[in-house]
T-cell receptor, first 110, second 117 residues
Framework: QKEVEQNSGPLSVPEGAIASLNCTYS??????FFWYRQYSGKSPELIMS????GDKEDGRFTAQLNKASQYVSLLIRDSQPSDSATYLC??????????FGPGTRLSVLP | GAGVSQSPSNKVTEKGKDVELRCDPI?????LYWYRQSLGQGLEFLIY????????KSGLPSDRFSAERTGGSVSTLTIQRTQQEDSAVYLC???????????????FGPGTRLTVL
């Protein structure tokens, strides 16, 4: 059974702080990883994808992947109230379907 | 350009009735996925279409659920004899390439909120 685990939260951080969202996965053959943001009542939208070990930065967002530890994280620098949402992690084994985690609810306090 | 569209946005039905949910993927996208999301839960994979290949139906929860994709574009998800536990948001996503390559991202539609009374 392939599983992706995330803390459900809520994770509360003050405005301007760094928010750290974590995700672990059970399938060693997972190759592609995605972070989606989902506002309440809306559909998921892509934040970042990462395929290789290490860090990948895009604006205020940094994704970190460690395949040996089966761990992927998302850092949000200078958090804003508009970042308050549920963040979904997905792991994808080669040639197979996305496996989504349950999501972490982030609340950025003004 | 136009994104993934779904209709209806909301559907309220009585237990035992059949419902059809529609998805229009992004033009040119060959892969199409259906997911279900219950309140406060993650995404549950239902079915995957890629071109003219046989669909991956491994996520369909029962034989009351079926889906088709006509002409490699529009898809319809049908739920027969609906039950209260079918109440959820049904999300469709499309992707420009199939999952056999480095997986390309999925673009989600706005979803259909289904309520079974």
């Amino acid at each position: 059974q392939k599983e992706v685990e995330q803390n459900s939260g809520p994770l509360s951080v003050p405005e301007g702080a760094i928010a750290s969202l974590n995700c672990t996965y059970s399938d060693r053959v997972s190759q592609s990883f995605f972070w989606y943001r989902q506002y309440s009542g809306k559909s998921p939208e892509l934040i970042m994808s990462i395929y290789s070990n290490g860090d990948k930065e895009d604006g205020r967002f940094t994704a970190q992947l460690n395949k040996a530890s089966q761990y992927v994280s998302l850092l949000i620098r200078d958090s804003q109230p508009s970042d308050s949402a549920t963040y979904l992690c997905a792991a994808v084994p080669y040639g197979q379907n996305f496996v989504f985690g349950p999501g972490t609810r982030l609340s950025v306090l003004p | 350009g136009a994104g993934v569209s779904q209709s209806p946005s909301n559907k309220v039905t009585e237990k035992g009735k059949d419902v059809e949910l529609r998805c229009d993927p992004i033009s040119g996208h060959t892969a199409l996925y259906w997911y279900r999301q219950s309140l406060g839960q993650g995404l549950e994979f239902l079915i995957y279409f890629q071109g003219n290949s046989a669909p991956d139906k491994s996520g369909l929860p029962s034989d009351r659920f079926s889906a088709e994709r006509t002409g490699g574009s529009v898809s319809t998800l049908t739920i027969q004899r609906t039950q209260q536990e079918d109440s959820a948001v049904y999300l469709c996503a499309s992707s420009p390439r199939d999952r056999g390559r480095i997986t390309d991202t999925q673009y989600f539609g706005p979803g259909t909120r289904l309520t079974v009374l």
